[in-house]
């Protein structure tokens, strides 16, 4: 569905110089800098996969969307969607893919969302009755039914968004990427849109790719991810594998007998960091291959009542992978 090989990008940005003089300086010598946005990256997407795509700000993920959305030519290499390549802008391949930008606006802002609708199945060919069936469908799904004719600049973010979605899946896209769509939303917002995408995904087959900074849009809706950092992917496979490969320590919770005697922090840190002690409660982050011996020794030790064992979350596992690595250098040039 989605083929990717060695796709790269890179910008040239004019470079200012700083204060008054450096921007005179600026209008006779412009200085350029390369930012590699996105570096020899591939990776496949099967049909009705649901795919996260995750990395810290500026990684490239918007870059890659929007070269397999069309919008941008690559700097060097490939990518097919649907057999199609994207930047060629074929008509066939614009029939059947979406890209909502959870930060840009499709709908017309001056006019009820119901208006843009007529206009996205003008422009796709599709029968009145057929649009207006789906558009029931679709926002009654979402739960925005009684917002099809309130003029969009007077809807909340969330019911926006909603309706943003019911936009881009009116043409029943095959491949649909998704950037940040439950960005600024509440969270009964959040709720019911990754419900509805979900369900989506599971009824009509379509393949997507997300990306989110929000875990819990990745936690319940994608099985597998692909990390990117510095435009390089570090990690493309099951979420669950994330934690195994990248988590170091395990959380082990410690209840104890609330009248024994609780120990110091010093007489823990043989075992492990104390991330919490309270009232007969112990909790350490221990290094995974510690996690035997540190029970046994606590075990002896403390008057445990109840010892619990649990991975570090995904989130803190994610957050500390962006933030203990560098740069990687750039790729040799040919
Ligand atoms: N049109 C452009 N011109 C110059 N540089 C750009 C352009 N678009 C993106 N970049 C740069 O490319 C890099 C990758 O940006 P991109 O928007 O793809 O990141 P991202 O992973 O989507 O980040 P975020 O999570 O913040 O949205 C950044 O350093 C960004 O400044």
Not at 57 to 85: E, H
Request: glycine share 6%.
């Amino acid at each position: 569905m989605v083929e990717v090989r060695s796709l790269t990008k890179t910008f040239r940005v004019h470079k200012k110089e700083p204060g008054f003089w450096g921007a005179i300086r600026g209008l006779f010598r412009r200085r350029y800098e390369t930012v590699e946005a996105v570096r020899n990256i591939s990776f496949d997407i099967e049909p009705g996969e649901f795919v996260g795509f995750l990395g810290p700000n500026g990684a490239g993920k918007t870059t890659t969307l929007k070269m397999l959305a069309g919008l941008l030519y690559p700097t060097s290499g490939t990518a097919r969607v649907l057999g199609y390549v994207p930047w060629e802008r074929p008509d066939g391949y614009r029939r059947q893919f979406a890209l909502l930008l959870g930060q840009k606006n499709q709908l017309w802002w001056d006019l009820p969302a119901r208006e843009s609708f007529a206009l996205n199945a003008a422009i796709y060919g599709l029968e009145r009755r057929v649009w207006e069936r789906r558009v029931r469908e679709l926002a009654e799904r979402l739960g925005v039914q009684d917002k099809l004719d309130v003029v969009v600049r007077e809807l909340s973010l969330g019911e926006r968004m909603k309706l943003e979605l019911v936009a881009v899946l009116l043409h029943q896209p095959r491949v649909l990427f998704l950037d940040e769509p439950t960005l600024g939303l509440d969270v009964v917002s959040q709720k019911t849109v990754r419900d509805f995408l979900r369900e989506y995904n599971r009824t009509a087959g379509t393949t997507l790719l997300l990306t989110s900074h929000d875990m819990a849009d990745i936690e319940e809706l994608c099985a597998r991810v692909i990390i990117i950092d510095h435009g390089s992917i570090i990690f493309d496979g099951p979420l669950a594998e994330v934690v195994e490969r990248y988590a170091d320590f395990k959380w082990l919770t410690i209840r104890c007998d609330p009248d024994g005697p609780l120990p110091a922090p010093a007489d823990l840190t043989p075992w492990g960091e104390p991330v919490e002690i309270g009232p007969a409660l112990v909790r350490l982050r221990v290094r995974r291959d510690q996690v035997i011996p540190a029970c046994k020794a606590l075990l002896d030790r403390l008057p445990v009542r109840d010892l619990d064992i649990r991975e570090v979350p995904v989130e803190e596992v994610i957050r500390n992978l962006f933030t203990r690595r560098t740069p990687s250098p750039p790729p040799p040039t040919a």
